[in-house]
């Protein structure tokens, strides 16, 4: 009964998650979720401690970066870049949507998928509005991308530190790995958004609007950003955690912010959706309990038939499946179980890396998808914009399985 017990409030939790009763915030539920395992004595509050515990490199990775993409939207960097991404266009929608997708390519590699979503949404859904255009096929960019460009580095996104661990690949290798693969996601993903959005992208958009100056606080965080992210690529490259290293960057860059604006710090903190790092825990805490039900112990199995195929069979059934589970569950949750169970079994290469680039990419297909989803849906509420499951899951459906076929394949060619 205690593993059908587990999986029940796992499942209830991840549900209220993504549905949030009561408007309650989704880390209101996730820590509820957790709570529960410790209170009904399915977990011991040991392993529930030291399931918090594992996180801590997430943590900090997660402050960091949410500090950074903060102070970057606070000094006018991010709305700098849109604007000038709408003159740019000269008066053609096609060509901003190009630009937005760029941008968003470029943030979410050097920043995180997940600060493309909570920082890049609102300062895009400005600069549209600006052209008295339709916002929500420029928005959809900042989803897609968010998680389409999340492996081109492993700082692209957190999934990545909780899949691989201490166990990180050094760059080089990554890029070996991934570097093809990320480029043809990236490309499926864009040709497969203009051809959904086709009809919305012909003609011409008002292009006369005034661009703001950015200030020397901007320029401070631009250069804040290239410095984080070389840091963050040298310590890759040592095979380094990279949590610590992203939060002393950021606060280094918010230390010469506040040098020149000593009331900058409070309104920075406050903007920052902290409620992230206890939703990212407690996930974790529902991970642990999912191990005790032998979670692990089944997907190892799983693997090894699954090395015993032929490479593109067990590569493409690798990718796909995680992207299922993905959306089924939330991507973070089975990152969480995926790197449980590699830190338990040597997996080949070519499975170990198809299983990341499913979790990362395949978690497009649905609203549920990713935790980058999630912080882009709250950053659409703020704007008044909505977008419901199905709209959101006709969308995947188009745009996703291409993408991952291509880059599952192109990984498994390059092996």
């Avoid at 849906?377 to 499951?389: D, F, Q, T």
Wanted: hydrophobic share 60%; net charge positive.
């Amino acid at each position: 009964m205690i593993p059908v017990a587990i999986w029940a409030i796992a499942a209830l939790t991840i549900a209220a998650i993504l549905i949030r009763p009561r408007g309650w915030p989704e880390a209101a539920w996730a820590c509820i979720g957790a709570a529960a395992l410790v209170v009904f004595r399915l977990v011991s509050a040991g392993k529930a401690f030291l399931a918090v515990r594992k996180g801590t490199d997430v943590y900090f990775f997660l402050a960091g970066m949410m500090l950074v993409a903060e102070m970057a939207r606070r000094e006018g960097l991010f709305d700098w870049l849109a604007s000038h991404a709408v003159l740019a266009a000269k008066g053609s929608r096609a060509r901003l949507f190009s630009l937005i997708y760029l941008v968003g390519a470029a943030v979410t590699a050097l920043l995180s998928n997940d600060a493309t979503a909570v920082v890049l949404t609102p300062a895009v859904y400005a600069a549209v509005k600006k052209t008295r255009g339709a916002a929500i096929p420029y928005l959809f960019i900042c989803a897609f991308i968010a998680n389409a460009a999340s492996f081109v580095l492993p700082i692209s996104n957190p999934a990545n530190l909780v899949i691989f661990g201490r166990n990180m690949p050094p760059l080089a290798n990554w890029l070996h790995f991934f570097a093809l693969p990320s480029s043809l996601a990236i490309t499926a993903t864009y040709l497969g958004l203009r051809l959904a959005f086709r009809r919305e992208l012909s003609g011409n958009l008002e292009s006369s609007i005034e661009c703001p100056a950015l200030p020397f606080s901007g320029r401070i965080v631009a250069v804040g950003i290239l410095v984080t992210a070389a840091v963050l690529l040298a310590a890759s490259a040592l095979n380094l955690d990279l949590g610590v290293p992203t939060f002393v960057a950021a606060v280094i860059v918010l230390g010469v912010i506040l040098f020149s604006d000593r009331h900058a710090f409070s309104p920075i903190v406050k903007q920052i959706s902290w409620g992230v790092l206890p939703l990212v825990a407690g996930l974790f805490v529902i991970v642990g309990g999912l191990d005790e039900t032998g979670a692990v112990r089944h997907m190892r199995s799983a693997l090894e038939r699954l090395e015993s195929w032929a490479p593109l069979a067990g590569g493409l059934t690798a990718s796909f499946g995680a992207a299922v589970a993905s959306n089924i569950a939330n991507n973070l949750p089975v990152a969480l179980l995926t790197g449980n169970t590699l830190q338990a079994r040597q997996v080949i290469p070519a499975i170990r890396n198809a299983l990341v680039i499913g979790v990362d990419l395949g978690s497009n297909f649905s609203i549920s998808g990713s935790l980058a989803t999630i912080l882009w849906l709250i950053a659409l509420r703020r704007e008044g914009e909505n977008v419901s499951a199905w709209q959101f899951l006709k969308l995947g459906l188009l745009i996703t399985p291409p993408a991952l076929f291509l880059a599952t394949c192109a990984l498994l060619v390059g092996r």
